[in-house]
T-cell receptor, first 109, second 113 residues
């Protein structure tokens, strides 16, 4: 099973672009990579999912290199409300799900 | 409707009590999940129901008993819990077609005294 590693915490400022990288060296062929955001005492909220290359939606981009051993969540022009914990999740269709430990992102004014 | 609801929001129970947590979704999703989350830790998968059948049981103690009465409902029956079982219990659902776009409920904050 893939093990996921992500930074424990990051700081940034309003209006900046934030990139959070997750390492998953043993990712399997069938695994997808998904990122979630979680605020205190709430359930995680889906941000974005990808398999390879680049995926973009209205809130974030996900960059996955060809070897798929890492992925980078990119949040453009963050605001104070983006302060949260961000999790990467690697999983396959047999419900083998490996969550990262989470990155606490603090956005400063 | 993209909402997963969970009741109750908070629950305090003694070690000899029997209680149940409930989860409901009306998105037509065919996979539903129970997670346990301790403070400052990622969610820990407990059970997965796929098309109303138990697909995954991550070696969870028998004092936790899941039930899926139909495709919209998921219960977690609790009996003889220990103080270390105190945590946020999260329910989630996915379409069941291999997507991991999980929709989470707000969770039930459980305290075992």
């Amino acid at each position: 099973l893939a093990k996921t590693t992500q930074p424990i915490s990051m700081d940034s400022y309003e209006g900046q672009e934030v990139n959070i990288t997750c390492s998953h060296n043993n990712i399997a062929t069938n695994d997808y990579i998904t990122w979630y955001q979680q605020f205190p005492s709430q359930g995680p909220r889906f941000i974005i999912q990808g398999y390879k290359t680049k995926v973009t939606n209205e809130v974030a981009s996900l960059f996955i290199p060809a070897d798929r051993k890492s992925s980078t969540l990119s949040l453009p022009r963050v605001s104070l409300s983006d302060t949260a914990v961000y999790y990467c999740l690697v999983g396959d269709s047999n419900y083998q799900l490996i969550w990262g430990a989470g990155t606490k992102l603090i956005i400063k004014p | 409707d993209t909402e997963v609801t969970q009741t109750p929001k908070h629950l305090v129970m003694g070690m000899t009590n029997k209680k149940s947590l409930k989860c409901e979704q009306h998105m037509g999703h065919r996979a539903m999940y129970w997670y346990k989350q301790k403070a400052k830790k990622p969610p820990e998968l407990m059970f997965v129901y796929s098309y109303e059948k138990l697909s995954i049981n991550e070696s969870v103690p028998s004092r936790f008993s899941p039930e899926c009465p139909n495709s919209s409902l998921l219960n977690l029956h609790l009996h003889a819990l220990q103080p270390e079982d105190s945590a946020l219990y999260l329910c989630a659902s996915t379409s069941g077609t291999g997507s991991y776009e999980q929709y989470f409920g707000p969770g039930t904050r459980l305290t075992v005294t």
